[in-house]
């Protein structure tokens, strides 16, 4: 069974770089996409980019100027960076495997990160 | 890159069908059938419930059945139970190698 874990700072100051990390076990990372999704306290689920194990992605076009994925395939892991952070970032982030780049079928728990002055 | 239109709330007795509709675009819906489906309850993270319009992972009852007509999609429930209550949001694939999410929609059993 796919099992991803999320992890990194729960409170970001403003204008900094969120972090987060996401470990995957139960399969190798060097198949499928792999995504981050965020969700706002409250509101609704946002998608925020993928990441092949070739080290390929794409964003959303929304973020892309601030987003940045990438991938260790020796820790079978995969990261976001988000520059710039204001409030509107805060959110639950979740990580999830992104099958064919068409569904997401196994998701992390998902990790709270607040971003205050 | 707009969100996919859903309904924000829906509600039905146990027993009974609902149906939630999620409308996009000729660039989303309209043109891919990439349409799937979560299922979250609170505190949760969300659960893959339908993929590919109409296919159902291993293990998701089918009660559950998703169709699409044009640019619109849409998740049926028959046999309503307790715990089909939860928040559902739709999500298609938007071209370039990106996707979409619906606003949510919160499923009541009266």
């Known amino acids: 069974q796919v099992q991803l874990q999320e992890s990194g700072p729960g409170l970001v100051k403003t204008s900094e770089t969120l972090s987060l990390t996401c470990t995957v076990s139960g399969d190798s990372i060097s198949s499928y996409y792999w995504s981050w999704i965020r969700q706002p306290p409250g509101k609704g689920l946002e998608w925020i980019g993928y990441i092949y194990s070739s080290g390929s992605t794409n964003y959303n076009p929304s973020l892309k100027s601030r987003v940045t994925i990438s991938v260790d395939t020796s820790k079978n892991q995969f990261s976001l960076k988000l520059t710039s952070v204001t409030a509107a970032d805060t959110a639950v982030y979740y990580c999830?495997?992104?099958?064919?780049?068409?569904?997401?079928?196994?998701w992390g728990q998902g990790i709270l990160v607040t971003v205050s002055s | 890159q707009s969100a996919l239109t859903q309904p924000r709330s829906v509600s039905g007795s146990p027993g009974q069908s609902v149906t939630i509709s999620c409308t996009g675009t000729?660039?989303?819906?309209?043109?891919?059938?990439?349409v799937s489906w979560y299922q979250q309850h609170p505190v949760k993270a969300p659960k893959l419930m339908i993929y590919d319009v109409t296919k159902r992972p291993s293990g998701v009852p089918d009660r559950f059945s998703g169709s699409k007509s044009g640019n619109t999609a849409s998740l049926t429930i028959s046999g309503l139970q307790a715990e089909d209550e939860a928040d559902y949001y739709c999500c298609s694939f938007a071209g370039s190698y990106t996707m979409v999410f619906g606003g949510g929609t919160k499923l009541t059993v009266l």
């Open positions: 000729s660039s989303n819906i309209g043109v891919y059938d990439y």
């Open positions: 999830a495997r992104d099958a064919y780049n068409t569904h997401f079928d196994f």
